[in-house]
């Protein structure tokens, strides 16, 4: 099973309103990131949290990450149409110290935000 | 240019032909990945290069499957013997290490027919 799993598959909505999508993993992580991959191509990495921090800000993203319960957030605010993509979590693991440096991505959340 | 560039952007073969695509990282990256995407699916880990270190291979589905890499820069993934199967999207990747931030190429769309 994937390191990294999105919850939901999909997600559908309205310009303007907020998009939620969760990330949940299984083993220690040095860092959990978020990426957007438009038209089946061309990932673009958003937003990077250490395993020391609770919550990040970048533009119009937020990401809170819960080490107990080992889940993520990715939260966008006042979508766009813009916004339809789909959205990957992807976690560096952590091990005896030091990070092996190899992501593994989840399956993704497909979203779709209508004009 | 100061991204990662893939060649080719599409390649169609025939089933049992061998395919070599290639992949140009960002100048100085010490790490280099290379993955999978099937239609629909999310990306399948296939090999990482970290600098001179031995690769990680554990992610090829097959001895089809090899990738070389010269020192820190390009590297190429030959699959033999091509099935059908190993139509998608391969996507290589770069960083530095210890940032971990990966820089994505455009992808190259296998089609084997």
């Known amino acids: 099973s994937q390191q990294g799993e999105e919850d939901p598959q999909a997600l559908s909505i309205q310009e303007g309103e907020n998009a939620t999508m969760n990330c949940s993993y299984k083993?220690?992580?040095?860092?959990l990131q978020w990426y957007r991959q438009n038209s089946g191509r061309g990932l673009v990495h958003l937003i990077l949290?250490?395993?020391?921090?609770r919550e990040k800000h970048s533009g119009r993203l937020r990401v809170t990450l819960d080490t107990s319960k080992k889940s993520s957030s990715l939260l966008i605010t006042a979508s766009r149409a813009a916004d339809t993509a789909s959205y990957f979590c992807?976690?560096?693991?952590?091990?005896?110290?030091?990070?092996?440096?190899?992501?593994?991505f989840g399956q993704g959340t497909i979203l779709t935000v209508h004009p | 240019g100061a991204g990662v560039s893939q060649s080719p952007s599409n390649k169609v073969t025939e089933k049992g032909k061998d395919v070599e695509l290639r992949c140009d990282p960002i100048?100085?990256?010490?790490?280099l990945y290379w993955y999978r995407q099937r239609l629909g699916q999310g990306l399948e880990f296939l090999i990482y290069?970290?600098?001179?270190?031995?690769?990680?291979k554990s992610g090829l589905p097959s001895d089809r499957f090899s990738a070389e890499r010269t020192g820190e820069s390009v590297s190429t993934l030959t699959i033999q013997r091509t099935q059908q199967e190993d139509s998608a999207v391969y996507l290589c990747?770069?960083?530095?290490?210890?940032?971990?931030?990966?820089?994505f190429g455009p992808g190259t769309r296998l089609t084997v027919l």
């Open positions: 990747a770069s960083g530095t290490r210890g940032y971990n931030e990966q820089f």
């Open positions: 083993t220690s992580i040095n860092n």
């Open positions: 949290i250490r395993s020391n921090e």
């Open positions: 992807a976690t560096d693991a952590w091990a005896g110290g030091t990070s092996y440096g190899k992501l593994t």
């Open positions: 100048s100085g990256h010490t790490a």
């Open positions: 290069f970290q600098g001179n270190s031995a690769p990680d």
